[in-house]
């Protein structure tokens, strides 16, 4: 007998990254068109890409959701139709909007199932109520939501819901802030934030006894979220859609967190509970992506101070990318495409789809024109030996010295 999970919805940053996550275990993906999102600066996808990404999900058994989450004014709208039609004629699954303008639009053009973005900032019954009327079928309920209010929603509402489980959190109502408008000049809202809520701000003030004080502080970057520890609970309070965050973030990033949570959710549906053993194991895992320190965010109790940096904030990652596995050529050999440099005799792990990682040395190291070198360079094309269980989109990486 299996036992229910919730949907794992992982970020899609570019089209390799969508074929990625989906290989490492998301059930679904969500991604940006080259226009109408909140991440500008992501590799979105072109109309091509984007047909490539929807064929390549439902050959996988997983979904596409693509964001039309930015907040736009009357001259935006114009090209809105258009594109929502071509996300329609490609079966694209679901658009996650914010603004009502673009649910009007996709509503007035298209059949495609409609996703409220957490930028909307739902948070109660009443709020969800009123976008259920509006044809919305699923609330990214706000980052600022617990697990017990989003089931209360779910349960009053009819609809379904969905809440982020992992990633880097904002530390305005989920993305409305203009912070970045006026230090940066780019609009959060529009696709542009560039983060200035990570600086280094200095506060000036008066002691009481008059006296100049000066304090440089970091008082407004929230740590990441990691919320493998009260998964039971997203499964026990019945939260349809486990979201990971960082459409911005490394294939590493978006291939360890996809395997970690689908293992997780996999080993759950089998045996209907955690040992805590797997539990800590997946933990330790999301401990060797690039991550500033963990907090649960909001999900049990309301997030408070310590959620917060006073001081720097401090990135931690124990490995780093070397390369993607593109080709398994024959019995002996996989083609992997470089993305950082290693040499021949350092020590790789390759992470599978599914189980442990694979350990090897490099002896010797050769292109696919058989010429040999002793160190890679980023971009080019290597034949590695060829180890039981490699697919291709496996990732390989290697520890980083301390
Ligand atoms: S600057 Fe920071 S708080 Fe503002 S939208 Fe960006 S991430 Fe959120």
């Known amino acids: 007998m299996s036992h229910w999970v919730p949907e794992l919805l992982s970020p899609a940053g570019s089209l390799e990254k969508l074929k990625v996550s989906i290989s490492y275990g998301a059930d679904a993906v969500y991604c940006g068109g080259q226009k109408f999102g909140l ?19 439902h050959e996988n058994n997983a979904k596409v959701f693509v964001v039309l ?44 199932p409609i996703h409220l973005s957490t930028q909307a900032s739902c948070l109660n019954i009443q709020s969800a109520r009123f976008w259920k009327k509006m044809g919305v079928q699923r609330i990214v309920l706000g980052r600022e939501v617990s697990l017990e209010e989003a089931s209360l929603i779910k349960k009053e509402t009819g609809l379904e819901v969905e809440l982020f489980i992992h990633g880097s959190m904002c530390m305005a109502y989920s ?3 203009v912070i970045s408008n006026y230090t940066s000049g780019r609009d959060s809202n529009r696709g542009g934030c560039a983060h200035s809520c990570r600086f280094e701000y200095t506060l000036e003030g008066k002691e009481n006894s008059g006296v100049k004080k000066e304090l440089k502080s970091f008082f407004m970057s929230s740590k990441d979220l990691k919320g493998i520890s009260v998964l039971p609970d997203f499964i026990r309070y019945g939260i349809d859609s486990l979201k990971i965050e960082g459409r911005m973030k490394s294939h590493l990033y978006a291939g360890t967190t996809s395997k970690v949570y689908s293992e997780a959710l996999s080993y759950f549906s089998k045996n209907g509970h955690f040992l805590s053993e797997d539990l800590y194991s997946w933990k330790e895992e999301l401990n060797k992506v690039t991550h500033r320190e963990y907090h649960e965010g909001n999900l049990v109790e309301k997030a408070g101070v310590d959620s917060i940096y006073s001081e720097r904030e401090t990135e931690e990652k124990e490995f780093v990318i070397v390369g993607l596995v593109l080709q398994v050529i024959h019995e002996n050999f996989m083609l992997v495409e470089v993305r950082s440099s290693f040499s021949s005799g350092e020590e790789l792990e390759i992470l ?26 980023p971009g080019l094309l290597v034949k590695l030996p060829l180890f039981e269980g490699v697919k291709k989109w496996n990732i390989i990486r290697k520890r980083i010295e301390q």
């Open 39 to 57: 991440r500008s600066a992501a590799d979105n996808l072109t109309y091509q890409e984007l047909e490539e990404g929807v064929s390549f999900a």
């Open 69 to 112: 989450n930015s907040f736009l004014h009357d001259q935006d709208l114009d090209e809105l139709p258009a594109f929502v039609s071509f996300l329609e004629e490609i079966s694209v699954d679901a658009v996650i909007v914010s603004d009502l303008g673009v649910v009007r639009t996709v509503r007035n053009v298209s059949n495609i």
């Open 175 to 177: 993305g409305n802030c």
């Open 352 to 377: 599978p789809f599914e189980g442990e990682p694979i350990t090897f040395k490099t002896e010797s190291l050769e292109n696919v024109a058989g010429e040999k070198f002793e160190k890679t360079k």
